[in-house]
């Protein structure tokens, strides 16, 4: 079996014969892993790694507008966003990335993979400031209501793009959780948020390709919503942020799959090894056999050492084939 045959299957929740596993390990512990095993490449060969995490494309905002604004001390509003284009989703040179990274991994290595694109929220927060973004939804509801169908529509050109390309799944970015609570109601959610993830959604689901979500923090109360959207994994079902597994195997396993399952918050890269061990088998024991995908809650942090990393992943490789 393929590693896009054991993902897919696992998507589905169709029997496999194996847990597939990955793991956000090359933003924070790329001079680790290289000096360790020569390049990162070479990490994710020795774990079997089933995924592919790809970035790029191109740019979404003006970058060069936004900057001159904050020159000039202009606050940007949505109002002010507005008169600002986006730049041209159909330019290919910006894919060129993408291009690339699905030769080698999807070509060459024949795994599963996914590339990060933007949800509503969270991209705009980079224009906005999350401070003042949250204020806007409150201040300045239906100015961004337009900001957000432009982006939204955006947002679907680039997911049908990819799609055409190869790109075996659209991960969609936009967090919405803090640590016990969402950032926000989950009416406001469903009345400014809802609605423009669903243009996106229904397109690439329409497209046949596959649909996951990573939302940080608590977003349990909005589940029932994301299932809705058609979403078919949820990354990273945060344990440590109020959202027990037990809630999810007795209410959603047989509706949504999970990536996720070591957790960077509170697990990997204390130093803690046998508590480290003794989670990584909790959740296992806990998962293995469901909709589940082996992974890490988010990027491994700078502070993991490379020997704390490797003993993390020797025991879930092995947890992971039996």
Known sequence: MTS??????????????KTPLYGWVSFNMSDKICAKFGCVENFEDHYE???AHIFGGPAYHNTAAISQLHEQHIEITPEVYLNIPLPPVDNMDGYSSIINTLDFYKKSRKRF????????????NEVFGIENHLMYLLLYPEELKMVY????????????NAIELGVDMIHVSDDWGGQNNLLFSKELWHDM???????TCDAVRNSGAFLSLHSDGHILP?????????????HPWQ??????YKEYLTKYSEKIAIMGGINIQSTLGFGKYEFLKAEIERVFATLKGKRWIC?????????CSIDELIYAYDLAYKLAKQ
């Open 295 to 303: 992974c890490t809650s988010h990027f491994v942090q700078e502070h």
């Open 49 to 51: 790694f089933d995924l």
């Open 4 to 17: 896009f045959e054991l993902v897919s299957k696992t998507i589905k929740g169709e029997p496999t014969p």
């Open 193 to 199: 948020i809802y609605p423009y993830h669903k243009i």
């Open 113 to 124: 993979c996914y590339l990060q694109t933007n949800g509503i929220f969270e991209c705009l």
């Open 149 to 160: 169908q432009r982006q939204a529509e955006w947002n679907r050109k680039f997911a049908l």
């Open 222 to 234: 909005l589940i029932d919503d994301i299932i809705k959207l058609e979403y078919q994994l949820i």
């Open 239 to 244: 344990e440590s942020a109020a959202m027990p």
